[in-house]
């Protein structure tokens, strides 16, 4: 089955450690995207990715970091520079950019500090 | 920048009841689409609302978008329990698409 795979499912960070959430999709899709999910505050988005080997900053980037080697893969780190961290991280992908296409969404990685 | 503002924030409605979600941007949308996160679940895309005025309608789900293409609404007519989670619309302009906070709706059986 197509979809896009996320992991680990919970993550526990300590303070100065940065960290790496994985994101994985096989349905051939150009774009991929991270988004933050916080209580009350719907979905915000950190990161995009509308093609190989580029990336965007979203509108809450600071201390999160990205790549875009592979068109399967869009790894999201958090570094020590984001201090509050704490949070329902989301990955999605849609077949082309920002666009008219639907974006489809991998099950979520929940981050907590220990 | 563009925000899109969603209402209500939580909606508490007896099974069988009608309700309706509201969806409101500060400037004009290319698009609109609407998603739906179960408790516990990841959004999952319902609908893409394009044309001004544009009505769509899903069994028991009634998608609308306004006129000036700045407002959305989407209306449950006779709630069931699978009902239960949290609605989203997403709003595209500007090449970023925004989403709004979400209704997350719950049903008193």
């Known amino acids: 089955d197509g979809g896009i795979t996320q992991s680990p499912k919970y993550l526990f960070r300590k303070e100065g450690q940065n960290v790496t959430l994985s994101c994985e999709q096989n349905?051939?899709?150009?774009?991929m995207y991270w988004y933050r999910q916080d209580p009350g505050q719907g979905l915000r988005l950190i990161y995009y990715s509308q093609i190989v080997n580029d990336f965007q900053k979203g509108d809450i980037a600071e201390g999160y970091s990205v790549s875009r080697e592979k068109k399967e893969s869009f790894p999201l780190t958090v570094t020590s520079a984001q201090k509050n961290p704490t949070a329902f991280y989301l990955c999605a992908s849609s077949s082309s950019g920002p666009s008219n296409q639907p974006q489809h969404f991998g099950d979520g990685t929940r981050l907590s500090i220990l | 920048g563009q925000q899109v503002m969603q209402i209500p924030q939580y909606q508490h409605v007896q099974e069988g009841e009608d309700f309706t979600t509201y969806c409101n941007s500060s400037?004009?949308?290319?698009?609109i689409q609407w998603y739906k996160q179960r408790p516990g679940g990841h959004p999952v895309f319902l609908i893409q609302?394009?044309?001004?005025?544009e009505v769509k309608k899903q069994k028991r789900l009634t998608f609308q978008f306004g006129e000036a293409k700045k407002n959305s609404s989407l209306h449950i007519t006779a709630t069931q329990t699978t009902d239960v989670g949290t609605y989203f619309c997403?709003?595209?302009?500007?090449?970023?698409?925004?989403f709004g906070a979400g209704t997350t709706v719950t049903v008193r059986a």
């Open positions: 349905l051939n899709h150009d774009a």
């Open positions: 997403a709003g595209l302009g500007d090449y970023k698409l925004s």
């Open positions: 400037t004009t949308l290319s698009n």
């Open positions: 609302l394009v044309k001004s005025g």
